[in-house]
């Protein structure tokens, strides 16, 4: 057998076994089946092939199990015009990927169940936060007009406008979790960033802080939505924003408030955008849990928590990556996206 040849169905038996135990570690021990079984079949595969001296119809599995270790689902091995002993390896190894597939459904499925109640526990501790203002100041009312009419005309508008903050409150929450909930999938298009970028920076003009967009002419044209990369960017820049001021009216000798978006061509398939801030970092206790629902860096600045948690769901459903930089000179955001915009994959969103 050629050393090629001896290559390849090395490559076919030990990709799944590898991809086996890790897949077990990392997403549960559902997964180590379909994937051992995969494993079972490629060495099988091989010591048919040894045993034949035979390497040609060894490269279907070997293709097959390198792109299922990439994470692809469904993969089939057409076996058709093969020997006997080749379709039953082939009907064993579509046999396991589909388990393998179904598996990954199944899991899917559990977390968002966990997901689902873990957010319906924080959604009905965001909801009593405004309900006991509100009880306040209409016992207040009750009690004022019961003893002293002139009492109550006193503190009428003053607890009215406390209801009606509150209120206000419920409403902006019951938005923000409306749109996590009913986040459609990306619908794809071509996406001038440049300009996406200059236009989130034009809304803050009369904020009173600086706010520059530093990406070079010919940026690569992005495949993205538009509407959603356009939500993330708003939500990040007014962070941005709220943070360096704060920081600069608390501190004025470390200099005026400054935001800085940036997008680079970040690599033959990506395109980098970053937004940073020359706020005071974000508390450590936030950091590992940031892109949580309900977790908030604007605490009495009228963050609902859902924020991040959306623009994390959307930059992951664009198949990129979020990542944050963050001290006490400030904080950067920095997304990496695929230029070729997100593939359709087998797997649901996990909320939705």
Same mark, same amino acid.
């Given at each position: ?90 009907? $064993?190894?579509?046999?396991? +990927? *589909?388990?393998? @597939?179904?598996?990954?459904? %199944?899991?899917?499925?559990?977390? =968002? #169940? &966990? !997901? ?123 962070? $941005?924003?709220?943070?360096? +001021? *704060?920081?600069? @009216?608390?501190?004025?000798? %470390?200099?005026?408030?400054?935001? =800085? #978006? &940036? !997008? ?89």
């Amino acid at each position: 057998m050629k050393a090629s040849a001896r290559a390849l169905a090395l490559a076919a038996a030990l990709v799944p076994s590898v991809l086996a135990p890790l897949l077990a570690a990392v997403e549960g021990p559902e997964y180590l089946g379909p994937v051992a079984g995969i494993s079972v079949v490629c060495m099988a595969a091989v010591a048919w092939a040894l045993r034949t001296g035979r390497s040609s119809p060894l490269a279907p599995f070997a293709e097959a199990a390198e792109r299922v270790a990439r994470g692809e689902r469904g993969v089939q091995v057409d076996a058709e015009a093969a020997t006997p002993e080749g379709q039953r390896l082939a009907a $064993a190894f579509n046999r396991m +990927t *589909e388990a393998l @597939a179904e598996a990954e459904k %199944r899991s899917r499925r559990a977390e =968002r #169940l &966990a !997901a689902w109640r873990d957010i319906a526990r924080q959604m009905a501790h965001e909801i009593k936060n405004p309900l006991t203002p509100i009880r306040l100041a209409v016992e207040n009312l009750r009690k004022a007009r019961s003893r002293d009419p002139a009492l109550f005309e006193e503190l009428f508008d003053e607890e009215t406008s406390i209801v009606l903050e509150e209120v206000e409150r419920l409403r902006r929450l019951l938005d923000a979790f409306s749109t996590f909930a009913r986040m459609p999938r990306p619908k794809p298009g071509p996406v001038d960033v440049r300009e996406l970028l200059q236009h989130a920076a034009d809304l803050h003009r009369t904020s009173g802080c600086a706010v520059r967009v530093e990406a070079a002419e010919g940026l690569p044209v992005l495949r993205a939505d538009r509407d959603q990369l356009a939500q993330v960017l708003l939500n990040l820049v007014a962070n $941005a924003v709220l943070a360096a +001021t *704060e920081r600069a @009216a608390q501190d004025p000798t %470390r200099g005026a408030a400054w935001v =800085r #978006l &940036a !997008a680079v061509h970040g690599g033959a398939r990506t395109l980098r955008i970053s937004v940073a801030d020359s706020g005071a970092g974000i508390d450590a206790s936030v950091l590992s849990r940031l892109y949580e629902p309900y977790v908030t860096t604007r605490q009495g600045s009228g963050g609902t928590g859902l924020g991040l948690a959306i623009a994390y769901r959307i930059v992951t459903e664009h198949q990129g990556t979020m990542g944050v930089d963050t001290g006490p000179d400030g904080t950067t955001f920095t997304l990496e996206l695929p230029l070729a915009g997100p593939t359709t994959t087998l797997g649901d969103s996990t909320l939705g």
